[in-house]
């Protein structure tokens, strides 16, 4: 039995490419669904392994300083190892196939086309220790892996595979990972008298938490799971599923649906997104079936359309190419570091690169490519040290810096945008 094993890579392959903005400057196995990221949940179940991650070369030490404790793009081949697609979503059913399985062969697990997992010594773990020197395509690997491995195909797996994938699974995770945590109605918060809680065994508030009079908290249709010193403001709603993390601040507004990460503020209407951590959308407007970096600012009346006039299916622009994602409520990606101003419309389906800054009251396109700066009349290139001293000056008001070396990464990657953009401009 593989239950004994304890060498696990979580590791990166050419999928992230398809997760652009959000996975720029992280893998994907790093990004908020549910209460906290897809590496959490393979840490929970396999807490007592040797975990290592795998990335792209170049963002090893954003993961690096993220995670200081592992090993990265370091694996051990004297031992087998259980290597984890880190787009993949562990749950109890999948973590079970993986440790049943007899050790005795080399084991490879797929899903539509793509790599869930493989248990490797010998020659294919030194095969594939090569292959993660560059990321490689799922079908690059189960080529190679399928006539050399006992080969299961899994059925009901969660995998992250496009942009709308991490919103349209991301109530029914939500909804698993609280029922995991098993914290039914238990209320350690302070709740004011005149707040109102329906269904309370449906709602966990940590201890540091405040609700003020006059919110209500309804969860009815799904949990409320909210994490330490969060403050929920008098003429809030808040409605099942939804996930709060530690130290963010509800303004006010309706929110369902949704999880929204550490130190964040948020306001208005929010529908069926996600909020990742030190991100504001501190003003109205309606944010719905989005999601949002770290490190965002919504200026006020920013309001994403979700839904076609049509009723029909959303396209997503992604840079030169239109794709279908077949969702009927499909609203915006964007990316770590981008900012709107007051007022910003932004249609069904846009995507907003990384570091980009627009403003103006018109509806802005589709795609928005990574530091952009402006309106929609006008984009141009947002100087790198402008960007760098404005997102330091937001962090600062988190008492926040830049982790170790992610300047160097973030200016390396905007030089690399800059001469692909020039070279097509030619």
């Known amino acids: 039995m593989i239950s004994i094993m304890i060498n696990i890579c979580i590791f990166e392959d050419d999928g992230y490419k398809k997760l652009l903005p959000v996975t720029l400057m992280r893998p994907a196995y790093m990004l908020l669904i549910g209460i906290n990221s897809i590496f959490d949940k393979i840490n929970y179940y396999f807490d007592y392994a040797n975990i290592t991650l795998h990335c792209r070369h170049h963002i090893k030490p954003v993961v690096k300083a993220s995670h200081k404790e592992l090993a990265v793009n370091n694996i051990n081949t004297g031992t087998a190892c259980l290597f984890i697609n880190g787009r993949t979503i562990l749950d109890r059913t999948l973590f079970k196939t993986l440790i049943k399985s007899e050790k005795r062969h080399n084991l490879l697990f797929t899903y539509h086309d793509q790599i869930i997992a493989a248990y490797l010594h010998g020659e294919q773990l030194d095969y594939m220790k090569q292959a993660l020197n560059k990321i490689p395509a799922s079908a690059e690997l189960i080529r190679f892996l399928r006539p050399r491995c006992v080969t299961k195909e899994l059925s009901n ?144 009346g920013t309001t994403t359309s979700n839904l076609k006039n049509t009723y029909g299916k959303v396209s997503l622009q992604e840079e030169r190419s239109l794709i279908n994602s077949n969702q009927t409520f499909l609203g915006s990606i964007i990316g770590d570091h981008a900012r709107t101003g007051i007022g910003t419309m932004l249609n069904t389906g846009t995507v907003i690169g990384y ?41 600062k008001r988190r008492q926040k810096s830049y982790r170790k070396g992610e300047k160097e990464v973030i200016a390396s990657i905007y030089s690399q945008i800059t001469s692909e953009e020039n070279n097509v401009e030619q």
Request: hydrophobic share 35%.
């Open 157 to 300: 797996i969660s995998i992250i595979e496009n942009l709308w994938d991490i919103i349209a699974l991301n109530k029914d995770i939500l909804t698993a990972d609280v029922q995991l945590a098993n914290q039914p109605g238990i209320i350690k918060g302070d709740i004011k008298p005149f707040a109102s809680i329906n269904n309370e065994n449906n709602v966990f508030i940590d201890t540091g938490s405040t609700v003020e009079d006059f919110a209500v908290l309804n969860a009815d249709n799904g949990h409320i799971y909210i994490e330490k010193d969060v403050y929920i403001e008098s003429g809030t709603r808040l409605e099942g599923p939804l996930f709060i993390g530690r130290q963010s601040r509800i303004m006010g507004g309706r929110i369902k649906g949704t999880s929204i990460g550490s130190n964040c503020k948020v306001a208005g209407e929010v529908s069926d997104s996600i909020v990742s951590s030190f991100s504001n959308k501190a003003h109205f407007g309606f944010l719905g079936h989005s999601y949002i970096g770290e490190w965002v600012n919504l200026g006020a």
């Open 355 to 395: 570091g980009s800054n627009i403003y103006g009251t018109e509806v802005h396109p589709k795609y928005i490519p990574p530091f952009s700066w402006g309106s929609s009349a006008n984009y141009t290139k947002y100087r790198l040290d402008k960007l760098f001293e404005s997102s330091e000056r937001m962090m």
